[in-house]
């Protein structure tokens, strides 16, 4: 069965960093694509971020791109988020996410993902 481990959330001040890691279990993380969404309290789950499965290609919500940053690695069969700068806007509880359906490219809609994580939440302070 494929499980996904989100570590790495927290309270933060704004401007300041947290990275976000994603353990995947019982598949290999290049077998997969990786995502990243948030949902805010009343707020629907949106795409932040996403690598592809070949690894080579990642991508971003525009509010995010110059801030926030996927890797992997894969001998730890792990998915990062690193996000910098981070703003109170930000807050939210973050999910990753993994998708065996798509081998090109990324997807930013939910649906598109097959296995999820528990999610981490990510309190950024004024």
């Known amino acids: 069965q494929v499980q996904l481990v989100e570590s790495g959330g927290g309270l933060v001040q704004a401007g300041g960093s947290l990275r976000l890691s994603c353990e995947v279990s019982?598949?290999?993380?290049?077998?997969?694509?990786m995502g990243w969404f948030r949902q805010a309290p009343g707020k629907e789950r949106e795409f932040v971020a996403a690598?592809?499965?070949?690894?080579?290609?990642?991508y971003y919500k525009v509010s995010v791109k110059d801030r926030f940053a996927v890797s992997r690695h894969n001998a730890k069969n792990t998915n990062y988020l690193q996000m910098n700068s981070l703003k109170p806007e930000d807050t939210a509880v973050y999910y990753c996410?993994?998708?065996?359906?798509?081998?090109?490219?990324?997807?930013?809609?939910?649906?598109?993902?097959?296995?999820w994580g528990q999610g981490t939440q990510v309190t950024v302070s004024s």
């Open positions: 996410a993994a998708s065996n359906g798509l081998r090109v490219g990324a997807s930013e809609l939910v649906n598109d993902y097959d296995y």
């Open positions: 019982g598949r290999t993380i290049s077998s997969v694509t």
């Open positions: 690598l592809s499965r070949s690894g080579l290609s990642t």
